[in-house]
């Protein structure tokens, strides 16, 4: 699970265990899934707090922009992180027989400072979390629709 940071949220007890973070290490954490006996066929990923994809943002002609330093910055902070992620998606794509990404969360929201934002005031958490099931629901029926129609073929 890579959802939440450990300074701000407590790791919650399960099972003689406890869940917490592992987005200091790895945001896309795709190895317990990829651990399963047997392999699961459909993984719904969900990714709240990087561009969708897992892309880089543009960084070019950043030298001419305004606060340019802080951008970059940010880039570098965060790069290996995309960059594992990236490669995580990959290996799920190729060894599950389906892979629904979301990004129910609008990336601008999230941004830079915004990242921090949203751990110091957590107003717009319900929402997130409301918008989050609304995309996974409709994903999920878009998938199985899908199904529907080529066993239909």
Known sequence: MAVSLPLFVDPVPWRGGHWCDGGIVDIFPVHPMLDLAPPVDVVLGLNCFYPPG?????????????WSMLDIADQVVTAQHVQLAREDLRRLRAE???????????????RRAGFYAQFLDHS?????????????????????????????S
């Open 54 to 66: 897992f892309v880089g943002e543009d960084a070019s002609g950043w030298q001419g922009r305004r």
């Open 96 to 110: 599950v027989g389906t892979v629904i990404m979301i990004d129910p969360v609008h990336y601008e929201l999230v």
């Open 124 to 152: 717009q958490w319900p929402e997130f979390m409301r918008a989050g099931r609304r995309e996974a629901l409709l994903a999920l029926r878009r998938h199985l629709a899908r199904g529907r129609r080529t066993k239909a």
